[in-house]
């Protein structure tokens, strides 16, 4: 049962990492995960691919656009590790953590490379 699909950039290095540390904690197979440049995406007209690759985009059980590290958090709260990005949700901490992540999503490719290594997936050569 999907209570959360997440769309994500596939020729991210560090995001496919993520998506692929996320799904090894979901036992429950609540995640569902949707690359946005795969022919799984085509039937998400509502999601802007353009948009998808700026920033992360999901949709909960209730259709509810989730952006973000709010997107982020919620995923990690689905498999029991929510406590890891509570934090950035706080009040006092949520604009700065926001604001950074939309830098880090903005300069992701640059990010990966320093990281690890590659900037960028080709053919799912992240996988």
């Known amino acids: 049962m999907t ?6 950039d596939g020729f991210c290095p560090l995001c496919v990492k993520e998506m692929e540390k996320l799904k090894q904690f979901d036992k429950n197979e609540a995640i ?3 690359d946005i440049h795969t022919s799984a995406f085509e039937p998400y007209t509502s999601i802007d691919a353009e948009q998808a690759s700026t920033i992360l985009h999901a ?3 209730q259709h509810k656009l989730l952006l973000g590290l709010d997107a982020v958090h919620q995923a990690w709260a689905l498999v029991g590790k929510g ?6 949700r ?3 901490i949520k604009p700065i953590a926001d604001r950074a992540y ?3 999503a903005k300069n992701r490719y ?3 490379k320093i ?4 900037s960028r997936c080709q053919s799912h050569s992240c996988r």
Request: hydrophobic fraction near 55%; proline fraction near 6%; aromatic fraction near 22%.
């Open 83 to 88: 406590w890891l990005y509570a934090p950035l």
């Open 59 to 61: 949709i909960d059980e």
């Open 110 to 112: 640059r990010w990966s």
């Open 90 to 92: 706080w009040p006092v």
């Open 102 to 104: 939309l830098h880090f």
């Open 3 to 8: 209570i959360l699909t997440i769309f994500y």
């Open 115 to 118: 990281l690890t290594g590659k």
């Open 32 to 34: 569902q995960l949707i």
